[in-house]
Antibody
Framework: QMQLVQSGAEVKKTGSSVKVSCRAS????????LHWVRQAPGQALEWMGW????????NYAQKFQDRVTITRDRSMSTAFLELSSLRSEDTALYFC?????????????WGQGTPVTVSS | QSVLTQPPSLSAAPGQKVTISCSGS????????VSWYQQFPGTAPKLLIY???RRPSGIPDRFSGSKSGTSATLGITGLQTEDEASYFC???????????FGGGTKLTVL
């Protein structure tokens, strides 16, 4: 069974940055895109961006264009999400998720989620 | 405000059928494949439907999907108490060049 394991909960101050990791196992890391999706408490899913794990090419949602960076380390089979200039509205559960088995925007495997809390 | 519109909540009795709608536009649903997800509180979503109507292996045929124009629908027949969850639709938006999701529908099975 494919697996995505994320880093632990983060508590950050307003204006700071956070970096969340997502380690893939039990499949070939570079054969699937990895996306980041967040969910504020009681709210909808929100797509943030993706990385083509083979080339490192990225595509970000317009809303986060100037604050988000998605990277990957092929040797570690790990993708990273960095979000800067944090505000209280960024308090959410951040998921990494994988696409490619059923289409570029169908997510068949998910990490467990990383809670990020932003406060002043 | 989500780009895709879903009813916030629905309820139905065990054994009944329910349909959940997802309304979008010509730049998202009409042009691209729709997927559906089931989510229980505090857990990651689970893929139920991809490519508008296809089920991944292991998803029972009680779950079905369809698409027409700028709208998509998830159907669940033979409702069970364990189907009580939130359901989200998602697709690519060619105008935004990004992914979009619906606001989610909380299904109560009573």
């Amino acid at each position: 069974q494919m697996q995505l394991v994320q880093s632990g909960a983060e508590v950050k101050k307003t204006g700071s940055s956070v970096k969340v990791s997502c380690r893939a196992s039990r499949y070939t890391f570079t054969q699937r895109h990895l996306h980041w999706v967040r969910q504020a408490p009681g709210q909808a899913l929100e797509w943030m961006g993706w990385i083509t794990t083979f080339t490192g090419d990225t595509n970000y949602a317009q809303k986060f264009q100037d604050r988000v960076t998605i990277t990957r380390d092929r040797s570690m089979s790990t993708a990273f999400l960095e979000l800067s200039s944090l505000r209280s509205e960024d308090t959410a559960l951040y998921f990494c998720t994988r696409s490619g088995s059923y289409g570029d925007f169908a997510f068949d495997d998910w990490g467990q989620g990383t809670p990020v809390t932003v406060s002043s | 405000q989500s780009v895709l519109t879903q009813p916030p909540s629905l309820s139905a009795a065990p054994g009944q059928k329910v349909t959940i709608s997802c309304s979008g536009s010509s730049s998202n649903i009409e042009k691209n494949s729709v997927s559906w997800y089931q989510q229980f509180p505090g857990t990651a979503p689970k893929l139920l439907i991809y490519d508008n109507h296809r089920r991944p292996s292991g998803i029972p045929d009680r779950f079905s999907g369809s698409k027409s124009g700028t709208s998509a629908t998830l159907g669940i027949t033979g409702l069970q108490t364990e189907d009580e969850a939130s359901y989200f639709c998602g697709t690519w938006d060619s105008g935004l060049s990004g992914g979009v999701f619906g606001g989610g529908t909380k299904l109560t099975v009573l």
